[in-house]
């Protein structure tokens, strides 16, 4: 029986039949229930063992853990490479996770089997050596989660490459075809500053350390040397390899994390830096690149790691730096900074490609671009020279008398309009008669224009720059913007008077088209100035509402002195929402917490009440037009999509880390 299990081993295919009978004769079967181990790292090799029925498997231990290396089934035999090194220790750790049938063949009896046939010693090698080098690969940084038919592909297409000491595996500035990882022997890592130089080391890899991997997952070149300090063997890896097995989750994710520590990022030349005080004495570096016109805060931790961005400073190291200076280890801080300075422009960074981009595929990926539709935006730059020719044609509107009279305007115009709200009425009516309709829409995008237009005005009477303006959609809803970045430099009380600005020229729209729909004795063009004054008292209604990014937010952003209120406030509910169980938290980040509780039910009360109107409206009007059945479907479909943009936006809030 025995010797019939041995001769459907593929690995004893070779072996004479009357070897087998020998082997066969020696062999002993044993049986291990869940969970018993067959052969334990570390202990000296007695026997070979093929498994006739179950599975066998094998773990190497890391540290605390242990290491899957792989699965047995039948026919699969163990324990022979420790045995062909001359009884060398085990390598490895066997167990039986079920109920598991095996042959043990006693070390003597495999000792003989190769004197008696030496020519089998060459083909069991070649199959320990193929063993070996898949445990390596998968013991090794950061292939640990590759799972076993991914390492036995890896292992068949890595090659190997011998160095002697002090030859240069990798020379800085070169482009990189391929990666190592170091099988046996040391590497240095050397970062050359000048041509030519000595350079300073960076690192000493050791037996399962990998280098080169920057050059071929980003579009970068060789960022610092590498050479040989003693014989070594290195396994070769190509860009096809590496990015073949970063197709595993585990793996991409430590590739990533690996490039990324070990990534020295420079800030980019001719970027301004301006300070300014909090109303807590915090001092706030802002950021400003004049050439794009772009702005970036900085928080006392975010101008310590700003000022390291120096092309030398690793992010590791830069870690290990905040950690000195602010008492606090964090390895996110340096991280998500660098890549939000890297995404905004200031500062560069590894663009990584294929598989390892985490920002091309994956749910974090369609949140993101979901999350995008929230505030989806058409920008026209350039404008800051038109806007200060406006500035000095229609600055006058900004001089006290002139300002009185519009705050009488608005005044008298709010009382005549809730004095005659019984006009709303014959109001609404007329929208169905089609001349009043491109009025309303008229006066709708001519108040719109006076609103951004109002900011523009205020911010070039401090004499800062206008440099943008668009149009968009926010949360499915037209709006039009100006940028005014430029105000994040001057003080707060200011940039109040900016973001107040629209909302007040609303008032006095609102006020004028009121005043001027008493004077006119009812008829359509009544119609018109008391709709287009509803529709500005509700556009400062909507404006006035913090928990959306309109002017009643940047309002109360810069009362508290807190820049980025809302992505702070949910992105830290989103990283801490334990922290609410505690008194001294609560405390100290009450801002954080009410502005994000209140964020996150108005978003669920929106998204319902975006449901149901869907329902009310939408599916009325396909019903007209298509089966009941479709009505209901394209309705759920409608529902949803506004539903997943609204909440994408809010999860992005909430999985991001604010500007530092």
Partial sequence: ??????????????????????????????????????????DAADALYVVVSGRAEITSARGNS?????????????????????GARRRATVRAPALLLVLRIPAAAFHALLHAHPELEASFR?????????????LATPFDSLPPERVRWLAERVSRRQAAPGERIIEQGAAGDACYLVRRGTVEVVLQDEPGGEGRQLAVLAEGGLFGEAALVTDMPRNASVRALEPCELLVLTRADLLGAAEAGGVRNRLRDLVRWRDRPLCRPGIEEHARSTSDGTVITVLKDPQR????????????VWRHLDGRTTLRELTMLHLREFGRFDPQVALDLVGDLARAGFATAPR???????????????????????????????????????????????????LALQAAIAAAGLVAFCWRAGLSGPALAALARWPVLPWV?????????????AH???????GREVRAAGIGLYYLAPMAFVDTSDMWLEPRSRRILVNVSGMAANLVVAGACALAALAVAGGEAQAVLWLVAAFNYVSVLTNLNPLLELDGYYVLSDALDRPNLRQESLGWLGRSWRAIRSRATVRERRVELLYGLAALVYAVALTVTTVVLYRQWVLERFAAVMPSWAAE????????????????????????RART
């Fill in 1 to 42: 029986m025995a010797e019939a299990w041995l001769a459907r081993a593929p690995a004893l295919a070779g072996v004479p039949a009357a070897a087998l009978t020998r082997l066969g004769q020696a062999a002993v079967e044993a049986q291990y229930a869940a969970g018993d181990t067959v052969v334990q790292e570390g």
């Fill in 66 to 86: 242990a290491v899957p290396l792989g699965v047995l089934g039948p026919g699969e035999l163990f324990g022979e490479i420790a045995l062909l090194d001359g």
């Fill in 126 to 138: 070649g199959a320990a050596d193929r063993m070996l080098l898949q445990s390596f690969i998968k």
């Fill in 293 to 304: 016109g772009a702005y970036y805060q900085l928080s006392p931790e975010g101008r310590f």
């Fill in 352 to 402: 990584l490609l294929g598989a390892l981009d985490d920002q091309a595929a994956g749910p974090r990926h369609w949140v993101a671009r979901l999350g995008r539709l929230v505030d989806l935006r058409w920008t026209f730059r350039g404008l800051d020279p038109a806007m200060a020719r406006v500035h000095r044609l229609a600055g006058w509107v900004l001089a006290r008398p002139v």
């Fill in 441 to 453: 829409y008229a006066g709708v995008v001519a108040s719109t224009l006076l609103h951004e237009w």
């Fill in 456 to 462: 523009a005005l205020v911010v070039k009477s401090y």
């Fill in 633 to 656: 479907l394209a309705g759920v479909v409608l529902a949803a999509l506004v539903v997943a943009i609204l909440l994408a936006g809010v999860l992005q809030d909430m999985r991001g």
